[in-house]
Nanobody, 123 residues
């Protein structure tokens, strides 16, 4: 059983930056693919980024490429999402999720989820 806790959300002005953290507990976390998703009011939960256990070849959603960076520290059992050049349309609840196997963008493949952290970008 993997438990995930997100932190680092808040309110920031457009053009600013935030770093989200996802702290995991449970065995063998380093074997899991970890992803970030987000959900704005009235919208579907959207893929943001994912990273494999090795950290190689992370994947990003089209709307965040070049602005967001995902990384992980397996010793600390923590995955990070560095968000730069934030836009009002990035406003959402951001969720951390984990799965075994390879990186996929489909949320239904992720077995473990955190409770989410709110990110609000003001214009």
């Amino acid at each position: 059983q993997v438990q995930l806790v997100e932190s680092g959300g808040g309110t920031v002005q457009a053009g600013g930056s935030l770093r989200l953290s996802c702290a995991a507990s449970g065995p063998s976390f380093s074997n899991y693919v970890t992803g970030w998703f987000r959900q704005a009011p009235g919208k579907e939960r959207e893929f943001v980024a994912a990273i494999s256990w090795s950290g190689a070849s992370p994947a990003y959603g089209d709307s965040v490429k070049g602005r967001f960076t995902i990384s992980r520290d397996n010793a600390k059992k923590t995955v990070y999402l560095q968000m730069n050049s934030l836009k009002p349309e990035d406003t959402a609840v951001y969720y951390c999720a984990a799965k075994t196997g390879g990186i996929v963008e489909f949320r239904t493949w992720y077995r473990y989820w955190g409770q989410g952290t709110q990110v609000t970008v003001s214009s």
